[in-house]
């Protein structure tokens, strides 16, 4: 397990269909963060977990978003009732612990709202 | 919402030049970390300060941290065409149980051969 895998990496979708995407985290790093990032700007915090538990959402995570992390393992990120502004590279990255390590993030997720 | 600003958004050298890169940011931090990104392409993590460091050097990378004044620099020395990238400073400030990474909006670096 060499690093924080992302599935499908890119998605297309119609406006108002549900979309699912996964992150499997590096396999002893017990938190694990979903970002949002559009273009030309940096990643925007979306969630995290510890282990199984979801410590914190952004403002950004509106209704329509809901992640969770079963078992503490891989994670799945839905967003319900897509729309345009929806669409951007989602990231997920996942670290060790509390302590001063850096994240590794995953490829990405492209999604595209057409 | 970000964090702080790169300086400058861009910038173009050529091969075997230094780049320096410049990030500012409002709270009080744990760490400040620099990341890489490749078009299109998820971050790769570069080096990590903390914030009783002032200095750190990872093979042609330096940063410097001024907690003082809020500001990091990035220098990447003897620069290559590879090292063509967006770079991101992040901010680790957990306080009140909250862990996360806050990013800037970046510098895109161009390196011509």
């Known amino acids: 397990d060499t690093g924080v895998s992302q599935d499908p990496r890119h998605k297309i979708t119609k406006r108002g269909q549900n979309v699912t995407f996964r992150c499997d985290p590096i396999s002893e790093h017990n938190r694990l963060y979903w970002y949002r990032q559009t273009l030309g700007q940096g990643p925007e915090f979306l969630t995290y977990f510890q282990n199984e538990a979801q410590l914190e959402k952004s403002r950004l995570l509106s209704d329509r978003f809901s992640a969770e992390r079963p078992k503490g393992s891989f994670s799945t990120l839905e967003i319900q009732r897509t729309e345009q502004g929806d669409s951007a590279m989602y990231l997920c990255?996942?670290?060790?612990?509390?302590?001063?390590?850096?994240?590794?993030f995953g490829s990405g997720t492209r999604l595209t709202v057409v | 919402s970000q964090q702080g600003e790169e300086d400058p958004q861009a910038l173009s050298i050529q091969e075997g030049e230094n780049a320096t890169m410049n990030c500012s940011y409002k709270?009080?931090?744990?760490?400040l970390q620099w990341y890489r990104q490749n078009s299109g392409r998820g971050l790769v993590h570069l080096i990590l300060i903390r914030s009783n460091e002032r200095e750190k050097h990872s093979g042609r990378l330096r940063v410097t941290l001024d907690t003082s004044k809020k500001s990091s620099s990035l220098l990447i020395t003897a620069s290559r065409a590879a090292d063509t990238a967006s770079y991101f400073c992040?901010?680790?400030?957990?306080?009140?149980?909250?862990?996360?990474?806050?990013f800037g909006k970046g510098t895109k670096l161009t390196v011509n051969p």
């Open positions: 992040a901010t680790d400030a957990t306080q009140g149980g909250s862990e996360k990474l806050v």
């Open positions: 709270t009080s931090i744990n760490n």
């Open positions: 990255a996942s670290r060790r612990g509390q302590g001063e390590d850096g994240y590794t």
